[in-house]
């Protein structure tokens, strides 16, 4: 019996002298199906490759999978013989929607970018392969189908949502500027991150996409991991993203809500907590914008925006980092409704600097813009805690504050609405307004007895 038993083992083998080893079986895909479809367990599962097809000739990078652990990321593979697929232009039309899927597919594995030394030759077929792929998208007629979106989405996930690694740096700032002046962190990975960006936003403002069926993947979750990217520390990066974060905005009404709520957690968080984000110029940028398409009247929604967002925004030592934005965004709000100007003056004066002089200059710059856009109802209001702080600012110590404020009285517009409102600060206080007066003639009769004095020695 057992020798009879162990005569079956070698034929038992024989039946399948055809088929690899147990160990080589493991760098291999599963079989073919009738249909010539593929099911991979990698990055590059589920590929689409119809039998007797130019996309079927030659050697397939999709067969030759092999873990490399030196150049494995997030669970991708990445492939021994990663060789590039056929180009466009030598598929018929029949088939280019086929090979742009696993074109996609291909761009979804990963490779260490840290090491430039590594993985040179596949480094490079797969930034080209996604210059095909930006050139496919922008020169391609016809709906993108679901499969097609589905996968474009996973692959840019895949690239570009990360965690960063913040580079060690002490902040030395005075007077709000940051006295060592470091060069942004660059990522190693911009030659590739820079095309799938690109691939991205001709995708997002393709007319060929389907926003209906688009927002499936373009979802929340999407939108939330995106504006985590915001806190790059590569400009660049903050560039493309501002972009595209505005092209979603108008193609996907549906997360106009979500965006705008979204942003604001994020100023929340680093206007109360942390005083630390590198994307707060951006987001007031896509605002800006955005503010700037409010319909008339403006929602309570708006309004509550500007004075739970935009007005405290001021309090962050790091203004000077995004205020050329901020002024903008506030100002297209008093352009809308100038019956607004009475609470951003009197939220400046909440937030309006004591120590920080640099900042105090940036203040009366913004001041003079929104008084610009203000009418005499409005001025009325506040010119009393208004005029109060800039005679503070008027008898500052620094000079170039005390001249920023003496600069006020060259703007036409401030003049004439202080000229209208000469009788009524008589009126509201006319002992205060005579002691002014009398103190007034009285400094400068002295200053003109010293005058005196001083050419007569």
């Known amino acids: 019996?057992?020798?009879?038993?162990?005569?079956?083992?070698?034929?038992?083998?024989?039946?399948?002298?055809?088929?690899?080893?147990?160990?080589?079986?493991?760098?291999?895909?599963?079989?073919?199906?009738?249909?010539?479809?593929?099911?991979?367990?990698?990055?590059?599962?589920?590929?689409?490759?119809?039998?007797?097809?130019?996309?079927?000739?030659?050697?397939?990078?999709?067969?030759?999978?092999?873990?490399?652990?030196?150049?494995?990321?997030?669970?991708?593979?990445?492939?021994?013989?990663?060789?590039?697929?056929p180009s466009f232009r030598d598929v018929p039309s029949s088939e280019k929607q086929l090979l742009f899927i696993r074109k996609v597919k291909m761009c979804c594995v990963e490779f260490d970018f840290t090491d430039p030394t590594k993985n040179l030759k596949e480094k490079e077929i797969k930034r080209q392969t996604l210059l095909e792929l930006v050139e496919y998208m922008t020169s391609t007629n016809g709906k993108f189908t679901e499969t097609v979106m589905q996968e474009v989405v996973k692959m840019v996930s895949v690239n570009i949502f990360r965690e960063f690694t913040p580079q060690p740096r002490e902040n030395k700032l005075v007077d709000g500027v940051d006295l060592e002046e470091d060069e942004p962190a660059m990522d190693p990975a911009w030659p590739h991150l820079q095309v799938v960006y690109e691939f991205l936003l001709r995708f997002v403002a393709s007319p060929e996409t389907d926003a209906k069926i688009a927002k499936r993947y373009i979802d929340h979750s999407f939108v939330l991991k995106l504006l985590d990217l915001f806190d790059s520390e590569d400009p660049r990066e903050r560039e493309y993203l501002k972009t595209i974060l505005h092209r979603i905005y108008g193609k996907f009404m549906v997360h106009r809500p979500f965006i705008r709520k979204a942003i604001n957690n994020i100023f929340y968080h680093f206007i109360f907590e942390t005083e630390k984000h590198n994307g707060v110029a951006e987001f007031l940028e896509v605002l800006g914008s955005i503010i700037n398409g409010f319909a008339l009247p403006l929602k309570e929604e708006h309004k509550l925006f500007l004075v739970r967002t935009l007005i405290p925004l001021h309090k962050p030592k790091c203004l000077a980092m995004y205020h050329q934005q901020l002024s903008y965004c506030i100002t297209q709000f008093v352009e809308k409704d100038c019956k607004l100007a009475d609470i951003i003056i009197r939220g400046l004066i909440k937030y309006w600097p004591v120590t920080n002089s640099s900042k105090e200059v940036l203040f009366l710059n913004e001041l003079e813009e929104v008084l610009e856009a203000t009418q005499a109802p409005e001025f009325q209001r506040c010119m009393v805690p208004l005029f109060h702080q800039i005679s503070h600012s008027l008898s500052s110590l620094h000079f170039q504050v005390a001249e920023r404020s003496l600069f006020l009285w060259n703007n036409d517009h401030i003049e004439n609405l202080i000229k209208q409102n000469r009788k009524i600060f008589y009126d509201l206080d006319p002992d205060l307004f005579k002691a002014c007066q009398i103190k007034f003639q009285n400094d400068e009769a002295k200053e003109n007895e010293v005058k005196e004095r001083r050419e007569a020695i």
């Open 1 to 85: 019996m057992i020798k009879q038993i162990f005569g079956k083992i070698p034929r038992k083998h024989s039946k399948s002298a055809g088929e690899p080893s147990p160990s080589s079986s493991s760098l291999t895909t599963s079989k073919r199906s009738e249909g010539g479809n593929k099911r991979l367990s990698s990055a590059v599962d589920d590929v689409i490759s119809a039998p007797n097809s130019v996309l079927s000739i030659g050697s397939n990078p999709e067969d030759k999978f092999v873990r490399d652990k030196n150049s494995r990321l997030n669970g991708n593979l990445v492939s021994a013989s990663y060789e590039a697929l």
